[in-house]
């Protein structure tokens, strides 16, 4: 166990699978091999249990011994496609998993190179942690003697000698994004032979409906629908689509299906619309009131999407509004509205100073003063009135 230990750990090191490594020069990948066992239960249906072993994914020569023999290895020999060069990065970023594939009864002779009247397929995934690519590939494996058995028994410490057929990548699996953006969806593909009867198929699907967008038949060369250039399809096997500027409606998801009879696999690509608040205040970075005084302040938040968001202010917590009633202690204060939304990454605040003052009692006694003036002036101009009033009233008596 040491021995095969250290003969593994001396592969990794000279194989360059170590680290940050890029993935184009290694020898081995390791992997899991996530096999399917059907069972019936105690009712008679039929029931699949999933189990992970470990696996490795070694690219070699057939013959070639395996470089952990304590693993099931999936020998991967040269064909016109090579995975390693759709990675990127390093090989510590992966996720490698291989499961079976089934053609579902479909008997199709495979063109490339080495193939049988029956194949038995694998399927391997690599998903890239940050979620930068994924990537499908096809391995066809060739029975060496002439019985044939889609599900065959894969023993531990089996070599299993496969080829690359095909695979199909997007590096857009996760794609966030503003309203009214240009856009353009990843997908792309390689076939280990030329003239392949490929079919290239984009829908979406939202809200439970599923739309076709573009399709395309390599044996007719017939296209129907647009955003996918058909001289990439041909040249470069780029089934990109363009969309065109978002909108609400651009959001869900979008599948990239490739169909090589009897291989067929869809890419699934999450589209969200992430448009974050434009934030105001209807007051400036300051605001002055005095003793009693009211003035309603307002946080708004427009134009945002998806429609959900939250408003809150730092010391009173109203909804997007509040009226302070300030005491002479809240002079000084800073107040902020903080606008929490699924597009921001941290939320935005906006502040304003308040300043409260004493109501200024300068005028009041000024006008206090003025008008008891005021009262005596007329009391004074109006008594010798009253006097000769009197004095008139009291001849008359007379």
Not at 268 to 276: F, M, R, V, Y
Request: aromatic share 10%.
């Amino acid at each position: 166990m040491i021995i095969a230990f250290a003969g593994v750990l001396f592969a990794l090191l000279s194989s360059g699978a170590c680290g940050s490594q890029s993935v184009q020069n290694v020898l081995w990948l390791p992997c899991q091999f996530v096999d399917e066992i059907i069972r019936l239960n105690s009712e008679g249906h039929r029931e699949t249990e999933y189990h992970h072993r470990d696996a490795v994914l070694q690219f070699s020569n057939t013959g070639d011994r395996p470089i952990n023999p304590n693993a099931i290895t999936f020998l991967v020999t040269a064909s016109k496609v090579d995975i390693r060069r759709y990675v990127e990065g390093g090989w510590d970023a992966l996720q490698c998993e291989i499961r079976r594939y089934s053609t579902s009864g479909i008997v199709v002779r495979w063109p490339g190179l080495g193939a049988q009247e029956h194949d038995v397929w694998f399927i391997c995934a690599f998903h890239h942690s940050e979620g930068r690519f994924v990537i499908t590939t096809f391995l066809r494996h060739t029975l060496a003697d002439s019985g044939f058995t889609e599900w065959i028994q894969v023993e531990d410490r089996q070599i299993l000698t496969t080829s690359v057929a095909l695979v199909v990548l997007t590096r857009t699996p996760s794609v966030r994004v503003g309203l009214m953006k240009d856009l353009t969806l990843h997908c792309q593909f390689a076939v280990d032979h030329k003239q392949a009867n490929v079919t290239v198929e984009w829908r979406q699907q939202r809200r439970g409906e599923r739309t076709k967008l573009f399709t395309y038949s390599s044996r007719t060369g017939q296209s129907e629908g647009s955003g996918v250039s058909l001289r990439g399809l041909s040249n470069a096997g780029n089934a990109s689509l363009k969309l065109p500027p978002t909108t609400q409606a651009s959001e869900g998801t979008y599948m990239c299906s490739v169909l090589v009879p009897p291989l067929y696999i869809s890419q699934d690509i999450t589209l969200s619309i992430l448009e974050p608040p434009r934030v105001s205040v209807n007051v400036g970075s300051s605001l002055a009131l005095t003793l009693g005084a009211e003035q309603k302040v307002m946080c708004d938040a427009e134009g945002y999407y998806p429609l959900d968001v939250t408003i809150e202010w730092q010391r009173e917590r109203v909804g997007s509004s509040f009226i302070p009633q300030p005491s002479l202690e809240d002079s000084g204060y800073k107040y902020t509205c903080r606008v929490y939304h699924k597009a921001l990454l941290t939320p935005v605040r906006k502040s304003f100073t308040l300043s409260v003052t004493e109501p200024d009692t300068t005028w009041w006694y000024v006008s206090v003063l003025g008008f008891i003036i005021l009262m005596i002036v007329i009391l004074v101009w109006l008594m010798p009135q009253l006097n000769d009033a009197r004095r008139q009233s009291a001849r008359k008596r007379f």
